[in-house]
């Protein structure tokens, strides 16, 4: 089955750490994004990339960091920079950009120890 | 700021009823979508309706849009407990490569 996955579903990051989430998808979709999302808030984008070996910023993509060296995958590192990292980050992929819907992964929930 | 502003915030209603929520939003669109949350999950894609359209369903999903008042309504009708989660609108702008996501309302259906 076609879709988008996300891991870790949970990690703990300690202060001055990097992480990194990773994001596959099998969709053969061109665009991936990755949004961040707190309690009872909207969804922020990060970063997103069009095309493999591209990306661009979001509203928020300082302290975080990406790379698209394949269609495939997204990975996301936080870094630690990040001074607020704990949140929800969630991972989408899409075809011919906002045309048509996202395909979001599950999720993976970071919490600073 | 792009984002659009869903309202009600909350919504509780008894099963059976219907749901109405709307979202408003600032710059001109190619489309406006409508996706569901469930609580901790990944959003999935329920809807899309394009700046040309007014209306569009789906199943038990009534979509409006009015693109002179920049707003967009999602009728749920004969609402389940299962419809329970929350709901955000995302518009795709004029000349934009990504969608902007709206605050969402949670909505709660009492069986």
């Known amino acids: 089955d076609g879709g988008i996955t996300q891991s870790p579903k949970y990690l703990f990051r300690k202060e001055g750490q990097n992480v990194t989430l990773s994001c596959e998808q099998n969709l053969n979709h061109d665009a991936m994004y990755w949004y961040r999302q707190d309690p009872g808030q909207g969804l922020r984008l990060i970063y997103y990339?069009?095309?493999?070996?591209?990306?661009q910023k979001g509203d928020i993509a300082e302290g975080y960091s990406v790379s698209r060296e394949k269609k495939e995958s997204f990975p996301l590192t936080v870094t630690s920079a990040q001074k607020n990292p704990t949140a929800f980050y969630l991972c989408?992929?899409?075809?011919?950009?906002?045309?048509?819907?996202?395909?979001f992964g599950s999720g993976t929930r970071l919490t600073v120890v | 700021s792009q984002q659009g502003e869903e309202d009600p915030q909350a919504l509780s209603i008894q099963e059976g009823e219907n749901a109405t929520m709307n979202c408003s939003y600032k710059t001109s669109i190619n489309n406006l979508q409508w996706y569901r949350q469930n609580s901790g999950r990944g959003l999935v894609h329920l809807i899309l309706?394009?700046?040309?359209?007014r209306e569009k369903h789906s199943g038990r999903l009534r979509v409006t849009l009015d693109t002179s008042k920049k707003s967009s309504s999602l009728l749920i009708t004969a609402s389940r407990a299962a419809d329970t989660a929350s709901y955000f609108c995302?518009?795709?702008?004029?000349?934009?490569?990504?969608?902007?996501f709206g605050t969402g309302t949670r909505l709660t259906v009492i069986p």
């Open positions: 995302a518009t795709g702008p004029t000349g934009a490569n990504n969608l902007f």
């Open positions: 990339s069009q095309i493999v070996n591209d990306f």
């Open positions: 309706i394009r700046s040309n359209e």
């Open positions: 989408a992929s899409s075809n011919q950009g906002t045309r048509h819907g996202y395909t």
